[in-house]
Nanobody, 131 residues
Framework: EVQLVESGGGLVQAGGSLRLSCVAS????????IGWFCQVPGKGREGVIC????????YDLDSVKGRFTMSSDNAKNTVYLQMNNLKPEDAARYYC????????????????????????WGLGTQVTVSS
């Protein structure tokens, strides 16, 4: 069974940095699409950065380009989200997700969902940014 456990959230001042971690088990990274999503009250979960691990095809939310990066350490079964120059509008609960990739990107999909079926989720980690 796929399991994902996030950590690393917290409270930081605007302009600061956080590094989120997601420890995974039950699957091989190279066979999946993996991503980070965020959610605020009253809204659905939104893809932040997602990657099809087999070939590196990716989606990046425009608002985080140049500030957030996603990386992985396969030996540790862990993926990371490095969040730099945080802004108050970045505050949200951040979730790690994984799923089998589509054979080809879905032309009628949106954001991360163009890459795969993200059906497995962690419980999330809270990020708060003070002004």
């Amino acid at each position: 069974e796929v399991q994902l456990v996030e950590s690393g959230g917290g409270l930081v001042q605007a302009g600061g940095s956080l590094r989120l971690s997601c420890v995974a088990s039950g699957f091989t990274f190279e066979d999946y699409a993996i991503g980070w999503f965020c959610q605020v009250p009253g809204k659905g979960r939104e893809g932040v950065i997602c990657i099809r691990m087999s070939d590196g095809e990716r989606y990046d939310l425009d608002s985080v380009k140049g500030r957030f990066t996603m990386s992985s350490d396969n030996a540790k079964n862990t993926v990371y989200l490095q969040m730099n120059n945080l802004k108050p509008e970045d505050a949200a609960r951040y979730y790690c997700a994984a799923g089998k990739p589509w054979d080809v990107p879905a032309t009628n999909g949106h954001g991360c969902y163009r890459l795969g079926h993200f059906g497995s989720w962690g419980l999330g980690t809270q990020v708060t940014v003070s002004s």
